[in-house]
C-alpha cells in the first residue's frame, strides 16, 4: 500500500483577506435617529401610516378643497336619512345634514384635540419623569407619589366626574376636553421619561459634562433629556390615536364638544341615538374615519418603536 501524503491548500490570491476585512473609514457611523430613517424608509407599513395621516392633515387644514357644502347648511328635514345622491355621496343625517360634509369637517376637531392633547402631554410628563428620574431622593418620591395619584384614575371615568364641575359645565369645547385629558393622561409619559433619563444619567458623557463644568440642570436638558427622547417619542406616537379616542367617546357620551363643533365622537352619537336600527350606514361613515385615523397612527408608533429599539439595530 502506499500512502498519500498529498496536502491540498488553497492558494492564497484566492482568500484576499484584506478585501475581506477591509472598513470603510472614510464613512462617519450612523447615528440612533439617522439609522431609524434609514430603517424607516425601508418599511412599508410606515410609508402607508405616514401617508394616511398627510392626508389627514391635508383634511383638516383645508376641508373647503373636499367638500364645497357646508356642514350645517342646507340642512333640510325632508332629506332625514336620505339615500346618497349626486353631490352627496354619504347620504344624509336624521336632520338631513349632508354626511360627507360633517365627516370631512370633523377631522379637523378630533385631530386638533389629538395633537394639542400629546403636547400638554409632553410638557407635564417629561417634565416631571425627567427631573423625578435625574435627581432622585425626595423629589423622586413626591412626583412619584403624585404621578401614582392620578395614574389610578380611569381617563373616561375621570373625565366623567371632572366635566361635570360648573366650570366645565359652561365652558365645553376643544381646550377644555385637552385640560381633561391632558390632566389624568401625563403619568404614563412621566413613568417612561423617568425610566428612560435613569438609564442615561449614568452614562459616561454625562460623567464628563459634569467634570467640565456643566450644572446638573445643564447636563440634564443638554445631554440627558436628547439622548433619552426614542421612547417619548414612541410613546407620544401611540397615544394621539389614544387621545383621538378619547376625545370622540367624551362626545359620543355627551360630555365633550358641544354639538356646535363638528366631531366625529358628536356624530357618531347622534347616529347610535336616531339612525342604527333605520339607517346604520350613517353611523358607519364617522366610525370608519375615526378607525383610519386611529390605526394610522397606531402603525405609525409600531414603525418608529422598531426602528428605534436598540436591540434590532445592527451592530
Known amino acids: ?6 496536502h491540498f491548500v488553497a492558494p492564497i490570491d484566492e482568500t484576499p483577506l484584506l478585501a475581506t476585512d477591509t472598513v470603510k473609514t472614510d464613512q462617519a457611523p450612523l447615528s440612533l435617529w ?3 430613517w434609514r430603517k424607516l424608509r425601508r418599511r412599508p407599513l410606515f410609508i402607508i401610516s405616514a401617508l394616511l395621516i398627510l392626508a389627514l392633515a391635508v383634511v383638516a387644514l383645508f376641508p373647503g378643497i ?14 332625514s336619512e336620505g339615500r346618497p345622491t349626486a353631490g352627496h355621496p354619504f347620504g344624509f343625517t336624521f336632520q338631513g345634514c349632508d354626511i360627507y360634509s360633517r365627516v370631512i369637517h370633523g377631522t379637523q376637531a378630533s385631530l386638533s384635540v389629538g395633537l394639542l392633547s400629546v403636547l400638554c402631554v409632553l410638557v407635564i410628563g417629561v417634565t416631571v419623569g425627567a427631573l423625578a428620574g435625574y435627581y432622585g431622593g425626595w423629589i423622586d418620591s413626591v412626583l412619584a407619589r403624585l404621578g401614582d395619584i392620578f395614574f389610578a384614575l380611569p381617563l373616561i371615568l375621570g373625565a366623567l366626574v371632572i366635566t361635570q364641575l360648573p366650570f366645565f ?13 391632558s390632566l389624568l ?3 404614563q409619559m412621566a413613568r ?3 425610566g428612560a433619563v435613569i438609564e442615561v444619567r449614568n452614562a459616561d458623557f454625562v460623567t464628563a ?5 456643566v450644572s446638573k440642570f445643564g447636563a440634564l436638558v443638554r445631554h440627558v433629556l436628547p439622548n433619552a427622547l426614542a421612547p417619548i417619542i414612541v410613546l407620544a406616537t401611540l397615544e394621539l390615536g389614544v387621545f383621538i379616542v378619547a376625545e370622540a367617546t367624551l362626545s359620543f357620551l355627551g360630555i365633550g364638544l358641544p354639538q356646535s363643533i363638528m366631531s ?11 339612525s342604527v336600527r333605520t339607517q346604520p350606514e350613517i353611523l358607519l361613515y364617522p366610525a370608519a374615519a375615526l378607525s383610519i385615523t386611529v390605526l394610522s397612527f397606531i402603525m405609525l408608533g409600531d414603525a418608529v418603536r422598531d426602528a428605534l429599539d436598540p436591540k434590532s439595530r445592527q451592530r
Open 185 to 187: 393622561a401625563w403619568p
Open 192 to 194: 417612561i421619561t423617568r
Open 34 to 36: 439617522s439609522d431609524a
Open 1 to 6: 500500500m502506499t500512502s498519500n501524503n498529498n
Open 209 to 213: 459634562a459634569r467634570s467640565l463644568g
Open 264 to 274: 366625529w365622537g358628536n356624530d357618531i352619537g347622534a347616529a347610535a341615538q336616531s
Open 66 to 79: 373636499f367638500s364645497s357644502v357646508a356642514p350645517n347648511d342646507g340642512c333640510l328635514l325632508s332629506n
Open 169 to 181: 359645565r359652561e365652558n365645553r369645547g376643544v381646550w377644555s376636553v385637552v385640560f381633561v385629558i
